[in-house]
T-cell receptor
Framework: NAGVTQTPKFQVLKTGQSMTLQCAQD?????MSWYRQDPGMGLRLIHY???????DQGEVPNGYNVSRSTTEDFPLRLLSAAPSQTSVYFC??????????FGEGSRLTVL | GIQVEQSPPDLILQEGANSTLRCNFS?????LQWFHQNPWGQLINLFY???GTKQNGRLSATTVATERYSLLYISSSQTTDSGVYFC?????????FGTGTSLTVIP
């Protein structure tokens, strides 16, 4: 019962470094999405995808890239990390019924 | 985007007490969900409830879509209910979250 799996769980970067947060789901969901959670601000949508080859921007897309080459995987790329990207990142997938299922989160610190 | 307001922002209860959490949203939606974020940070689905009423054990939820609000009821609260409760709404592919209600249940 893996569900939605995110890696890594923790990461520390220096300003300007790049990295990829991985997200994989085994529920055959077409919909996948990335959120960031900052103190006192709830979750905000970064990017989402409604199927392989299809991605779109959410509320806060600047500084992040995504791609969706398979149904299972939806990686989030930070090309040049900034301290403002220090946050907890959550990946979620959703089935036809509309329910979202979240991964356990990835805590990123940018120094 | 859709504005989502949750109240109260903070709530402290004695174990065994009941509570009602509210979620107001600014536009018509076709998807509304309640989540519990436990003290370890995990987000757990409670209810998918774009309209109507659902119950699951000590928890129940009601959404009145025409009046743009949803309520989450917690009865006989337990310390394991502590955490942050989020409401999320959507009209399509973009979900909007409220800032949550932080619940602390004291033994």
């Amino acid at each position: 019962n893996a569900g939605v799996t995110q890696t890594p769980k923790f990461q520390v970067l220096k300003t300007g470094q790049s990295m990829t947060l991985q997200c994989a789901q085994d529920m055959n969901h077409e919909y996948m999405s990335w959120y960031r959670q900052d103190p006192g601000m709830g979750l905000r949508l970064i990017h989402y995808s409604v199927g392989a080859g299809i991605t779109d921007q959410g509320e806060v897309p600047n500084g992040y890239n995504v791609s969706r080459s398979t149904t299972e995987d939806f990686p989030l790329r930070l090309l040049s990390a900034a301290p403002s990207q220090t946050s907890v990142y959550f990946c979620a997938s959703g089935g036809a019924g509309g329910e979202l299922f979240f991964g356990e989160g990835s805590r990123l610190t940018v120094l | 985007g859709i504005q989502v307001e949750q109240s109260p922002p903070d709530l402290i209860l004695q174990e065994g007490a009941n509570s009602t959490l509210r979620c107001n949203f600014s536009d018509s939606v076709n998807n509304l969900q309640w989540f519990h974020q436990n003290p370890w940070g995990q987000l757990i689905n409670l209810f998918y409830i774009p309209s109507g009423t659902k119950q699951n054990g000590r928890l129940s939820a009601t959404t009145v879509a025409t009046e743009r609000y949803s309520l989450l009821y917690i009865s006989s609260s337990q310390t394991t209910d502590s955490g942050v409760y989020f409401c999320a709404v959507s009209t399509g592919n973009q979900f909007y979250f409220g800032t949550g209600t932080s619940l602390t249940v004291i033994p």
